[in-house]
């Protein structure tokens, strides 16, 4: 009963806590990352921000060229520090001092910056050196505040960035409860500082992940916002409708459990790919745009729709990414999550005002990986590649020392045919084979594919994958 008690009342409280539109917009804003080799220059991809009638930026930066074509809009931006500057700046108040004078004092006001991030992610890294950063992240946060307030730039707010894996429950919402290593250490002076500034908690919330992981048990419509599927937090007593608002709730829950019921959310990345390798289930356009066209429809409707725990309340929310960016590492997914192409061509329509309602939208290709991949797979060299570049992968990969390419060495056998295309096909699916658990994926910079089809021949077999 008692519990009950304390979540009913944490419900009404949160209930009170209405955020008007003129202090918070829910215009929808988009994530211009840059790791592409063939993306727009930065003034052609203002230009395409522009024409969608998008509401804010995030950069993963503070690119000088972009904030200077950014001075003549009117989108609100949020910029970023890197995580490798964290620490130097938590020891160094002038360090602090400097990355403003370099970053926002040339360009402040005429570019509408209001978000300073300090780092992304930095919570999800744990090597020895990434736990001191965890150490410093509130720190510099308070560092970067300090000169802000020294140059009466308190308008702008600082945070950081978290993953979902910051919570160590997250179902149902109201258990929601920040992971122990970092619950007191970091989290909780972290909210207090949010709490302080009236600054806000920005948190990358990512649906397909939850869902990918377990589509068998987890409803897709209810990844999609798309049904009448609903489930009912036994401990709150909330009716969810889905999978985004139930984590949502859950980062709520976790602060109120800390002391902070009512510090303000960002989403800011969410999203949906629209391809992926072969073995993920459900990277495709139709998705990609029923989930996103929702979102839209979702955050920027009147009156707000706010979350189960904090009905009517504006969450500023910023869709991942603008564009495909092909040199982004690791699964498949990570190069296709763009609103657009590299060439500046959509990947399907939306409407990101989320006012044209009565928008009909070309027909979207048939869906068929919906279900989980079963079977075997190679990871081979990507045909049409630059054939020197696909040598010095052969050189990079074999030059390790563990044992992934002896069965290329001469006499033995998989050595021959003796061309670049074989070898190097041979020794990205013996890596991917051979340390694929430990978070290899089939990329190799671009040079590398999956195929179902089976490339040994008589003498030499393939080190495959299976699901």
């Known amino acids: 009963m008692a519990t009950f008690a304390l979540n009913c009342s944490l419900f009404l409280f949160f209930s009170l806590i209405l955020i008007s539109d003129a202090e918070i917009s829910s215009k929808i804003g988009v994530n211009y990352g840059q790791l592409g080799n063939n993306l727009p220059p930065p003034n052609l991809a203002?230009?395409?921000?522009?024409?969608?009638?998008?509401?804010?930026?995030?950069?993963?930066?503070?690119?000088?060229?972009?904030?200077?074509?950014?001075?003549?809009?009117?989108?609100?931006?949020?910029?970023?520090?890197p995580n490798n500057e964290i620490s130097d700046i938590a020891n160094n108040q002038t360090r602090a001092d400097q990355w403003i004078s370099n970053n926002v004092?040339?360009?402040?006001?005429?570019?509408?910056?209001?978000?300073?991030?300090?780092?992304?992610?930095?919570?999800?890294?744990?090597?020895?050196?990434?736990?001191?950063?965890?150490?410093?992240?509130?720190?510099?946060?308070?560092?970067?505040?300090?000169?802000?307030?020294?140059?009466?730039?308190?308008?702008?707010?600082?945070?950081?960035?978290?993953?979902?894996d910051i919570l160590e429950t997250t179902f149902p919402p109201s258990r929601g409860t920040f992971r122990s290593d970092i619950q007191q250490t970091v989290v909780a002076p972290m909210l207090n500082f949010l709490n302080e500034t009236r600054s806000f908690f920005f948190a990358n919330v990512y649906p397909y992940f939850s869902?990918?992981?377990?589509?068998?048990?987890?409803?897709?419509?209810?990844?999609?916002?798309?049904?009448?599927?609903?489930?009912?937090?036994?401990?709150?007593?909330?009716?969810?409708?889905?999978?985004?608002?139930?984590?949502?709730?859950?980062?709520?829950?976790?602060?109120?459990?800390?002391?902070?019921?009512?510090?303000?959310?960002?989403?800011?990345?969410?999203?949906?790919?629209?391809?992926?390798?072969?073995?993920?289930?459900?990277?495709?356009?139709?998705?990609?745009?029923?989930?996103?066209?929702?979102?839209?429809k979702r955050i920027t409707a009147k009156p707000t729709v706010g979350t189960p725990a904090r009905p009517?309340?504006?969450?500023?929310?910023?869709?991942?990414?603008?564009?495909?960016?092909?040199?982004?590492?690791?699964s498949g997914t990570e190069r296709h999550w763009g609103l657009l192409r590299s060439d500046g061509s959509p990947n399907y329509q939306i409407d990101l005002t989320g006012k044209e309602s009565s928008v009909e939208y070309d027909p979207l290709p048939v869906v068929e990986n919906?279900?989980?991949?079963?079977?075997?797979?190679?990871?081979?060299?990507?045909?049409?590649?630059?054939?020197?570049?696909?040598?010095?992968?052969?050189?990079?990969?074999?030059?390790?020392?563990?044992?992934?390419?002896?069965?290329?060495?001469p006499g033995r056998e998989c050595y021959e045919p003796v061309s670049v295309y074989?070898?190097?096909?041979?020794?990205?699916?013996?890596?991917?084979?051979?340390?694929?658990?430990?978070?290899?994926?089939?990329?190799?910079n671009g040079l590398a594919e999956q195929t179902t089809v089976d490339p040994s021949n008589g003498s030499c077999r393939f080190p495959s994958v299976t699901f």
């Not at 074989?422 to 190799?444: I, V």
Request: aromatic share 12%; with cysteine; net charge negative.
């Open 211 to 296: 869902w990918a992981a377990n589509p068998m048990n987890i409803n897709l419509d209810f990844a999609l916002f798309n049904g009448n599927f609903e489930q009912i937090d036994g401990g709150s007593g909330l009716v969810y409708t889905n999978l985004l608002d139930e984590m949502l709730d859950s980062l709520i829950f976790a602060m109120a459990k800390l002391g902070y019921p009512d510090i303000r959310l960002v989403i800011s990345e969410t999203g949906w790919p629209t391809a992926g390798d072969i073995e993920q289930p459900g990277a495709n356009l139709l998705n990609a745009a029923t989930y996103n066209r929702n979102l839209v």
């Open 105 to 164: 004092l040339p360009f402040y006001p005429q570019t509408m910056i209001r978000f300073i991030l300090v780092g992304n992610e930095v919570l999800s890294f744990d090597s020895d050196k990434d736990r001191q950063v965890w150490n410093d992240l509130v720190p510099a946060m308070r560092r970067i505040w300090s000169s802000l307030k020294a140059n009466n730039l308190q308008t702008i707010k600082v945070g950081t960035p978290v993953a979902m």
């Open 422 to 444: 074989w070898h190097a096909s041979y020794a990205f699916s013996s890596y991917w084979s051979k340390f694929r658990s430990q978070g290899a994926s089939c990329y190799f």
């Open 312 to 330: 009517g309340v504006v969450i500023p929310t910023f869709i991942f990414a603008l564009f495909d960016e092909n040199q982004k590492p690791g």
């Open 370 to 409: 919906n279900a989980p991949f079963r079977g075997r797979l190679w990871c081979v060299a990507a045909r049409g590649v630059d054939l020197m570049e696909l040598e010095a992968a052969v050189d990079d990969v074999c030059g390790r020392g563990d044992g992934t390419c002896e069965a290329l060495s």
């Open 46 to 81: 203002i230009e395409m921000m522009n024409s969608m009638k998008v509401g804010r930026v995030k950069l993963y930066d503070a690119n000088h060229e972009i904030l200077g074509n950014l001075s003549k809009t009117k989108f609100q931006v949020s910029i970023m520090i």
